[in-house]
């Protein structure tokens, strides 16, 4: 009978954990994501933006700083030009951030931006990111990734500093696999 009780509660229990886990991978993230876009909660930098003139704020400075690191399993070397650059409202400008790929293999990166205070997200607008894409390298490659971008007139006045942070990804085999799909078998094809 013991053993019959024991087994119940196992099952149950590795029921639980795989629940757990497929909530945490495909359920949870389009719900976090849509959770800040409407919030603007975590600093989620918006998509591209498209440059319209805006009148510069000269009396006005701001610092944007730039921080980058790497997921655990991304080996590459990866970091900002510069650390941090004083900015106008309203004008656009460019840096680039380095990354290479120092292993013996071809991979494939994605960076993820993230913006501290995270109520500045909403004014910081990217016309140009490497982040809208996936940076393929191959081995012992390096490369300057480019970001412009335009902090708005309208950031709240008491926001001095503003903090761009990518994180970036090894995606290569999820890369392999979206271009195994999309490549043409001539054994199908009539």
Same mark, same amino acid.
């Given at each position: ?46 998509? =591209? ?6 009148? #510069?704020?000269?009396?006005? !400075?701001?610092?944007?700083? @730039?921080? *980058?690191? %790497? /997921? ?6 990866? =970091? ?6 004083? #900015?106008?409202?309203?004008? !656009?400008?460019?840096?680039? @951030?380095? *990354?290479? %790929? /120092? ?29 809208? /894409? ?57």
């Amino acid at each position: 009978m013991k053993i019959g009780a024991n087994a119940r509660v196992s099952i149950k229990l590795l029921a639980v954990a795989v629940s757990m886990l497929v909530f945490a991978i495909f359920i949870m993230p389009p719900i976090y994501d849509a959770f800040c876009e409407i919030t603007g909660l975590n600093g989620k930098t918006g998509g =591209r933006y498209e440059a319209v003139p805006a009148v #510069v704020d000269k009396s006005r !400075i701001v610092t944007v700083q @730039f921080i *980058a690191s %790497n /997921n655990e399993n991304m080996p590459w070397r990866f =970091r900002p030009s510069v650390i941090s650059m004083k #900015v106008h409202p309203g004008e !656009i400008k460019d840096t680039v @951030f380095l *990354a290479e %790929n /120092n292993t013996s293999k071809d991979m494939v990166g994605q960076a993820i931006p993230s913006m501290v205070p995270f109520k500045a997200a909403e004014y910081f607008h990217k016309t140009e990111c490497f982040c809208f /894409n996936q940076q393929e390298l191959k081995a012992g490659e390096s490369a300057e990734l480019p970001l412009r971008f335009i902090v708005d007139p309208d950031l709240p006045a008491n926001v001095n500093t503003v903090t761009l942070s990518y994180t970036l990804f090894d995606v290569t085999e999820r890369f392999a696999n979206k271009t195994d799909k999309n490549q043409i078998d001539p054994e199908r094809e009539g």
